[in-house]
């Protein structure tokens, strides 16, 4: 089992950055691939990003691509997800998760744990 502790939320204009982290523990770091998601009020959660074991492969959803990044530091056991122009629509709770396999992939029920999640909330 891993335990999950996200970071880094907190409120910022539009058009500005947050650097979200996610602290894990128990199994071993290295071996899982780690993802991003999130939920705003109303909807469903959705995919945001994922990292492969090694940090060399990542994938985003659209909504993500070119304004956010995805990456890991095995020796600390930490996943990051900078954040850049934010937008109204990016505001929700952002969850991180860890994968059952080494690659990673989009679905949700892929990913065996999740942090508890942080808020983020994009003003205009």
């Known amino acids: 089992q891993v335990q999950l502790a996200e970071s880094g939320g907190g409120t910022v204009q539009a058009g500005g950055s947050l650097r979200l982290s996610c602290a894990a523990s128990?199994?071993?770091?290295?071996?899982?691939?780690m993802g991003w998601f999130r939920q705003a009020p109303g909807k469903e959660r959705e995919f945001v990003a994922v990292i492969n074991w090694s940090g060399d492969l990542t994938y985003y959803a659209d909504s993500a691509k070119g304004r956010f990044t995805i990456s890991r530091d095995n020796a600390k056991n930490t996943v990051s997800l900078q954040m850049n122009s934010l937008k109204s629509e990016d505001t929700a709770i952002y969850y991180c998760a860890a994968h059952k396999a080494s690659y990673g992939s989009m679905a949700g029920t892929d990913f065996g744990s999740w942090g508890q999640g942080t808020q983020v909330t994009v003003s205009e």
């Open positions: 128990g199994r071993t770091f290295k071996t899982y691939a």
